[in-house]
């Protein structure tokens, strides 16, 4: 579900959150964004939430208003949280390699290490064969009239269709050895689908998409 855009940095970054209806019946959702009041009411319909997950520091913030509307909601971020302000409600617990056990049935996860700055969790769907992962590949569409956004967006390596990961996250992957390893694992899944949190999501051969956008991580 897409959200409204956010100012990053001075850019506006497009949203977007992954809802999952889990084995048991209740609700799992990936980096909650704002939605009209009726959007809410079909999302209740749909189930009891139960965990809202912030799969990478930069969206942890996204977490509060919705635990002020879902209070019973476990809420789970990555583990480097140093965008984690004073008075966030209390996490019941941080995202590693392991799949926690209340959603393991329906979701695989893996932490892609060698980054220590952030360490993101990506996730699998298994039933769906889909990938979801948020800030580590994105595709932005080229805007109008937006020479700066654009060329930017153009250095970073993240325009639109081909996307990418961008230059200031591959640079400040200090351990390859690790990031390899992660990216070894995630490819290790059997998908076909790519969500992303920022831009367009990939509906077939979302595998050979992230195998390319990781391609500066096996020279
Ligand atoms: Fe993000």
Redesign the pocket.
């Known amino acids: 579900m897409d959200g409204s855009n956010v100012r ?1 940095f001075g850019l506006m ?1 497009t ?1 977007r959150m992954v809802i999952v209806k889990l084995s048991d019946g209740s609700l799992w959702l990936s ?1 909650p964004v704002s939605v009209p009041f009726d959007t809410l009411q079909q999302i209740t319909k749909l189930g009891i939430v139960r965990y809202l997950v912030a799969a ?1 520091p ?2 942890v913030w996204r977490l509060e208003a919705w635990h002020t509307l879902f209070p019973e909601a476990q809420l789970w971020a990555a583990s480097t949280l140093f965008t984690l302000k004073k008075g966030h409600p209390p996490l019941s617990g941080t995202l590693g390699d392991t799949a926690f056990q209340g959603w393991a049935e329906d979701l695989d996860q893996l932490a892609f290490k060698g980054n220590p700055l952030i360490e993101e969790v990506v996730f699998f769907h298994k039933q769906s064969r889909t990938v979801m992962l ?2 580590l590949i ?1 595709i932005h569409p080229t805007v109008k009239g937006k020479v700066f956004r654009n060329s930017l967006f153009k250095l970073e390596g993240v325009v639109a269709p081909n996307g990418g990961v961008g230059l200031d996250i591959r640079l400040s992957f200090t351990n390859r050895t690790l990031a390899r390893r992660s990216l070894e694992r995630l490819l290790s899944w059997d998908f076909d689908k790519l969500i992303i ?2 831009g367009m999501c990939i509906e077939k051969d979302g595998k050979e998409f992230v195998e390319r956008a990781f391609r500066w991580l096996s020279r």
């Open positions: 990053d970054f949203t980096s990478t930069r969206h948020d800030d994105q949190a920022h």
